[in-house]
């Protein structure tokens, strides 16, 4: 496995603001992706994070909303924009090793005021 | 439209016996299942996986069966340990491998009872 760590692990934002959460792989890896889980939710998938190029969304994700960077192969960010009670969440970001199981990040817990 | 179900949000199991959790899909394009583990404040920690050309999988105390034709899977715990008490989440992928992002259930909070 790999030691994938996140920052900040929690904070707490004003709405209207954006927070840039950092994801940093101890290894390189292929594949990153960025999911978020609501209070009493299931994780779902925002985005698959590209290296060297634009990061692919899923339905319901928009670039302006939720921008993602992939500099190299062990580093990625992911900014939540315009902040809105409702993006209270817990954001994890996962990578995918060798073995194809996708490892996840320790989360950041957002909470939007 | 939940594509991977979880219907009990809570399971309470005596230490010693069999814990099952179990997992519906509705889409049949999915391929490939894994369980995650999730303590509070962590991220999930990968479990055990099944691809859909097996209907067993095996890993130490960790079983997870694959019924296709019911679009059905369930994990076995046997014997249950305090230390397994976590929340579990199904998830799964119209891929084998981790190659395309996951979809998840709402997962089962898991309660070993002394």
């Known amino acids: 496995s790999a030691v994938i760590s996140q920052k900040p692990s929690r904070d707490i934002c004003q709405r209207g603001t954006s927070l840039t959460i950092q994801c940093q792989v101890d290894?390189?890896?292929?594949?990153m992706f960025w999911y978020r889980q609501q209070p009493g939710q299931s994780l779902t998938l925002i985005a698959t994070?590209?290296?060297?190029?634009?990061?692919?969304?899923e339905s319901g994700f928009v670039i302006d909303k939720f921008p993602i960077s992939r500099p190299n192969l062990t580093f990625s960010t992911l900014t939540v924009s315009n902040m809105s009670p409702e993006d209270s969440s817990i954001y994890l970001c996962?990578?995918?090793?060798?073995?194809?199981?996708?490892?996840f990040g320790p989360g950041t817990r957002l909470t939007v005021l | 439209d939940q594509q991977v179900k979880q219907n009990s949000p809570s399971l309470s199991v005596q230490e010693g016996r069999i814990s099952i959790l179990n997992c519906d899909y509705t889409?049949?394009?999915?391929?490939?299942f894994l369980w995650y583990k999730k303590y509070p404040a962590e991220g999930p920690t990968f479990l055990i996986s099944?691809?859909?050309?097996?209907d067993k999988n095996e890993d130490g105390r960790f079983t997870v069966f694959l019924n296709k034709s019911a679009k059905h899977l369930s994990l076995h715990i046997v014997p249950s340990q305090p230390g397994d008490s976590a929340v579990y989440f199904c998830?799964?992928?119209?891929?084998?491998?981790?190659?395309?992002?996951?979809?998840f259930g709402k997962g089962t909070h898991l309660i070993i009872q002394p």
């Open positions: 290894s390189q890896v292929t594949m």
């Open positions: 099944i691809s859909s050309i097996k």
């Open positions: 998830a799964a992928s119209e891929r084998v491998g981790g190659a395309d992002g996951l979809t």
């Open positions: 996962s990578v995918v090793l060798g073995s194809d199981e996708q490892f």
């Open positions: 889409n049949s394009m999915f391929d490939y």
């Open positions: 994070a590209n290296q060297g190029s634009e990061a692919t969304y």
